[in-house]
């Protein structure tokens, strides 16, 4: 077990209705440090998350800063690990700025109002995801990338130094989900450490660290630009990706290894000459 880290589990069997769905994964993040975690559908990501929140029952041992997360008192934990959840369901009748408002409860006393520091941490976060302008608003009359802003600006609201996050990128467009990388980024130079577990292959490729899961193991823990984690990816995705280099990021993009012919008569698309390629 690596002591100086802000997360680190040693999980030997989670198992849910009967069934082992994780076994032997050692997992260690360090502060200011982004890990990803990657993996077919069904290999145990969320359910890994969920274990190292301690939302799950498990054989493990989880250490969060140092301390062994069953330790913690509830709150104080509350306030050092945050966590973005897949698909959750939230309080919809409440405001996009009451919602954001609740990753404060942790700083906050039993029924004290919120103070001007949750007010600010509110407002940081709900600018840093661009939400504040419909902070008015009820949840259930955002559109889906809405709804994940305010969710995430919740989960930064805590000013948490670990954050762990499930499909953060769920409904985010392309500009959102570059400023989600920035979000990131900044957090780990900050000194937060992140874990994510993302099924966007190219943003997980830009990661500090890659985790790489299959069949409820971890196959591969390491930066993600080597070639043995290049190996585990291409074997957790059935030899089916192309890992290509452009301007010094590596993408990662499916791969048909049997491509049909096109069909007789089917719609055809044909290279645009260089006259053709300028938009005015
Ligand atoms: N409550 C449960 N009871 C029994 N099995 C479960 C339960 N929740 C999840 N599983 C099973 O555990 C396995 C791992 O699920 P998990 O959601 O962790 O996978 P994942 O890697 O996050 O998948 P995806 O990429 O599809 O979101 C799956 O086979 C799933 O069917």
Redesign the pocket.
């Known amino acids: 077990m690596t002591t100086n880290m802000a997360l680190s589990a040693a999980l030997q069997s989670l198992r849910?209705?009967d069934?082992e769905?994780l076994r032997d994964i050692e997992l260690a993040l360090p502060a200011a440090c982004w890990m990803a975690v990657v993996?077919?559908?069904?290999?145990?990501?969320?359910?890994?998350l969920r274990a190292l929140a301690g939302l799950l029952p498990a054989r493990a041992r989880i250490d969060l800063l140092g301390r062994e997360l069953q330790r913690w008192e509830p709150r104080a934990s509350a306030r050092a690990l945050a966590w973005l959840g897949?698909n959750e369901a939230s309080a919809d009748e409440l405001s996009a700025y009451e919602v954001v408002m609740l990753g404060r409860l942790p700083h906050q006393a039993w029924l004290a109002p919120p103070s001007a520091q949750d007010h600010e941490a509110v407002a940081r976060a709900m600018h840093r995801t661009q939400c504040w302008d419909w902070r008015e608003r009820p949840l259930a009359r955002l559109s889906g990338g809405e709804r994940q802003r305010v969710l995430l600006a919740r989960a930064l609201a805590v000013e948490a130094q670990v954050l762990l996050m499930d499909e953060p990128l769920a409904h985010l467009d392309p500009p959102h989900q570059a400023d989600w990388l920035q979000i990131v980024r900044e957090l780990a130079r900050q000194g937060v450490a992140v874990l994510s577990?993302l099924?966007e292959l190219n943003m997980a490729l830009q990661a500090d660290q890659l985790a790489v899961?299959q069949g409820?193991r971890l196959r591969h823990l390491g930066p993600p630009g080597t070639p043995a984690c290049h190996q585990a990816l291409q074997a957790a995705f059935e030899q089916r990706l192309h890992l290509v280099q452009l301007d010094g990021h590596w993408l990662a993009l499916p791969f048909d290894p049997a491509p049909r012919p096109p069909a007789e008569g089917g719609a055809q698309i044909l290279p645009l000459r260089g006259s053709q390629r300028a938009t005015r």
């Open positions: 849910l209705q069934a769905i993996g077919p559908n069904g290999a145990g990501k969320s359910t890994l897949q577990v099924h899961m409820g």
